[in-house]
Nanobody
Framework: QVPLVESGGGLVQAGTSLRLSCVAS????????MGWFRQAPGKEREFVAV????????KYSDSVKGRFTVSRDNDKNTVYLQMNSLKPEDTAVYSC???????????????WGQGTQVTVSS
Protein backbone atom coordinates (compact mmCIF):
# COMPACT_ATOMS: atom_id res chain seq x y z
CA GLN A 1 0.00 0.00 0.00
CA VAL A 2 1.36 3.38 -1.01
CA PRO A 3 1.66 5.47 2.14
CA LEU A 4 1.03 8.86 0.53
CA VAL A 5 -1.27 9.48 -2.43
CA GLU A 6 -1.70 12.94 -3.91
CA SER A 7 -4.56 14.24 -6.02
CA GLY A 8 -5.94 17.51 -7.33
CA GLY A 9 -3.33 18.49 -9.87
CA GLY A 10 -4.21 19.72 -13.33
CA LEU A 11 -3.91 22.41 -15.97
CA VAL A 12 -5.09 25.87 -14.93
CA GLN A 13 -4.68 29.45 -16.04
CA ALA A 14 -2.51 31.96 -14.25
CA GLY A 15 -4.31 33.80 -11.49
CA THR A 16 -6.63 30.93 -10.63
CA SER A 17 -6.62 28.48 -7.73
CA LEU A 18 -6.11 24.79 -7.16
CA ARG A 19 -6.24 22.58 -4.09
CA LEU A 20 -4.04 19.53 -3.73
CA SER A 21 -4.87 16.70 -1.36
CA CYS A 22 -2.71 13.96 0.08
CA VAL A 23 -4.14 10.96 1.87
CA ALA A 24 -1.75 9.15 4.19
CA SER A 25 -1.96 5.47 4.97
CA UNK A 26 -0.09 5.51 8.24
CA UNK A 27 -0.97 4.24 11.67
CA UNK A 28 -1.11 7.51 13.58
CA UNK A 29 -1.40 10.36 11.09
CA UNK A 30 -1.79 12.92 13.85
CA UNK A 31 1.82 12.28 14.90
CA UNK A 32 3.24 13.07 11.46
CA UNK A 33 4.55 16.42 10.32
CA MET A 34 3.34 16.75 6.73
CA GLY A 35 4.52 18.89 3.89
CA TRP A 36 4.84 19.56 0.19
CA PHE A 37 7.79 19.75 -2.19
CA ARG A 38 7.79 20.48 -5.89
CA GLN A 39 10.08 19.89 -8.84
CA ALA A 40 9.89 21.77 -12.10
CA PRO A 41 11.42 20.40 -15.33
CA GLY A 42 15.16 20.85 -15.34
CA LYS A 43 15.21 22.21 -11.80
CA GLU A 44 16.04 20.83 -8.40
CA ARG A 45 13.33 19.78 -6.01
CA GLU A 46 12.33 22.58 -3.68
CA PHE A 47 10.48 22.88 -0.40
CA VAL A 48 7.02 24.45 -0.59
CA ALA A 49 5.24 24.18 2.76
CA VAL A 50 5.04 22.14 5.94
CA UNK A 51 2.61 21.76 8.84
CA UNK A 52 3.53 20.29 12.19
CA UNK A 53 1.84 17.36 13.84
CA UNK A 54 1.09 19.46 16.88
CA UNK A 55 -0.22 23.01 17.23
CA UNK A 56 -0.55 23.31 13.47
CA UNK A 57 2.66 25.28 13.06
CA UNK A 58 3.38 26.08 9.43
CA LYS A 59 6.30 27.19 7.32
CA TYR A 60 6.41 28.29 3.68
CA SER A 61 8.97 29.00 1.04
CA ASP A 62 9.31 32.66 0.18
CA SER A 63 8.10 31.98 -3.36
CA VAL A 64 4.64 30.83 -2.19
CA LYS A 65 4.18 32.72 1.07
CA GLY A 66 0.92 34.64 1.04
CA ARG A 67 -0.48 32.62 -1.87
CA PHE A 68 -0.41 29.01 -0.67
CA THR A 69 -1.90 27.58 2.51
CA VAL A 70 -1.13 24.17 3.98
CA SER A 71 -3.68 22.53 6.29
CA ARG A 72 -4.58 19.12 7.60
CA ASP A 73 -7.58 17.08 8.68
CA ASN A 74 -6.44 14.40 11.10
CA ASP A 75 -9.84 12.68 11.03
CA LYS A 76 -9.38 12.09 7.30
CA ASN A 77 -5.62 11.40 7.36
CA THR A 78 -5.31 14.17 4.79
CA VAL A 79 -3.09 17.17 4.22
CA TYR A 80 -4.05 19.92 1.78
CA LEU A 81 -2.26 22.59 -0.19
CA GLN A 82 -4.50 25.45 -1.24
CA MET A 83 -2.81 27.34 -4.06
CA ASN A 84 -4.13 30.77 -4.99
CA SER A 85 -2.97 33.35 -7.50
CA LEU A 86 -1.10 30.68 -9.41
CA LYS A 87 1.76 31.70 -11.68
CA PRO A 88 3.38 29.90 -14.61
CA GLU A 89 6.49 29.46 -12.47
CA ASP A 90 4.42 27.32 -10.08
CA THR A 91 4.32 24.64 -12.77
CA ALA A 92 5.86 21.50 -11.28
CA VAL A 93 5.23 18.03 -9.94
CA TYR A 94 4.04 18.47 -6.37
CA SER A 95 4.89 15.73 -3.90
CA CYS A 96 3.47 15.15 -0.45
CA UNK A 97 5.93 14.29 2.32
CA UNK A 98 5.68 13.12 5.89
CA UNK A 99 7.88 12.66 8.90
CA UNK A 100 7.17 11.15 12.30
CA UNK A 101 8.68 12.82 15.33
CA UNK A 102 11.75 15.00 15.28
CA UNK A 103 12.15 18.78 15.25
CA UNK A 104 10.06 21.25 13.29
CA UNK A 105 10.60 21.78 10.50
CA UNK A 106 12.13 18.41 9.69
CA UNK A 107 15.49 18.23 7.95
CA UNK A 108 14.52 14.93 6.34
CA UNK A 109 11.25 13.21 5.51
CA UNK A 110 10.71 9.47 5.74
CA UNK A 111 7.60 9.31 3.53
CA TRP A 112 7.23 10.59 -0.05
CA GLY A 113 4.31 10.47 -2.44
CA GLN A 114 4.66 9.93 -6.17
CA GLY A 115 3.49 13.42 -6.99
CA THR A 116 0.79 15.19 -8.96
CA GLN A 117 1.38 17.48 -11.93
CA VAL A 118 0.37 21.12 -11.72
CA THR A 119 0.61 23.15 -14.92
CA VAL A 120 -0.14 26.85 -14.96
CA SER A 121 -0.60 28.48 -18.34
CA SER A 122 -0.02 32.18 -18.93
Amino acid sequence: QVPLVESGGGLVQAGTSLRLSCVASVRIFSQYTMGWFRQAPGKEREFVAVISWDLGRTKYSDSVKGRFTVSRDNDKNTVYLQMNSLKPEDTAVYSCVGNSGGPFPPSIYDLWGQGTQVTVSS
